[in-house]
T-cell receptor, first 110, second 113 residues
Framework: KQEVTQIPAALSVPEGENLVLNCSFT??????LQWFRQDPGKGLTSLLL?????REQTSGRLNASLDKSSGRSTLYIAASQPGDSATYLC?????????FGKGTSLLVTP | NAGVTQTPKFRILKIGQSMTLQCAQD?????MYWYRQDPGMGLKLIYY???????DKGEVPNGYNVSRSTTEDFPLRLELAAPSQTSVYFC????????????FGPGTRLTVL
């Protein structure tokens, strides 16, 4: 059974810092990995999708990397802003559905 | 495109009542999913469907039922609601199995008292 772990569970940083969120998974036989953002009381917004054949994906200030052989992905957020405050979820597709981590709760303080 | 839509947004049920959570997508996606999210936890799969007329259990199916009569709709039925079913329910869809993106609805917040 695929297990997805996200570290840290919570993170508080001052505005402007660059930060890294970590995701690890136990089974390297995956189709893809998605990073989502979830604001309190809201649904999930897809940030980045990395195919199993890719090493990284970039969107604006976000960069996600994938090392399938070691079962790891990182989400890099450059020049963090208070508007980045949210929970970030990592999800792995290794079959018909996604396996989710518990998320990293990020607070960016002004 | 409206994407994935869910109704209702909020609902309070009494123990033993039943209800149906509605989900629809207008992207002609074959795969549809129901997840639940409990506080501080990741999402857990309840049921999924790979096409009209085909459904299967996920990780936490007990207490729920689904049907898929059309490509667009995938309702989730709760029979005899219990406090343990208090959660936020998300419907999702994607084109098919494999390397494509999954899209989520806005969620239904259900409380069972």
């Amino acid at each position: 059974k695929q297990e997805v772990t996200q570290i840290p569970a919570a993170l508080s940083v001052p505005e402007g810092e660059n930060l890294v969120l970590n995701c690890s998974f136990t089974d390297s036989a995956i189709y893809n990995l998605q990073w989502f953002r979830q604001d309190p009381g809201k649904g999930l917004t897809s940030l980045l999708l990395i195919q199993s054949s890719q090493r990284e994906q970039t969107s604006g200030r976000l960069n996600a990397s994938l090392d399938k052989s070691s079962g790891r992905s990182t989400l890099y957020i450059a020049a963090s802003q208070p508007g980045d405050s949210a929970t970030y979820l990592c999800a792995v597709s290794s079959g018909y559905a996604l396996n989710f981590g518990k998320g990293t709760s990020l607070l960016v303080t002004p | 495109n409206a994407g994935v839509t869910q109704t209702p947004k909020f609902r309070i049920l009494k123990i033993g009542q039943s209800m149906t959570l509605q989900c629809a997508q207008d992207m002609n996606h074959n795969y549809m999913y129901w997840y639940r999210q409990d506080p501080g936890m990741g999402l857990k799969l309840i049921y999924y469907s790979v096409g009209a007329g085909i459904t299967d259990k996920g990780e936490v199916p007990n207490g729920y039922n689904v049907s898929r009569s059309t490509t667009e709709d995938f309702p989730l039925r709760l029979e005899l609601a219990a406090p343990s079913q208090t959660s936020v329910y998300f419907c999702a869809s994607r084109r098919g199995q494999g390397d494509n993106e999954q899209f989520f609805g806005p969620g239904t917040r259900l409380t069972v008292l």
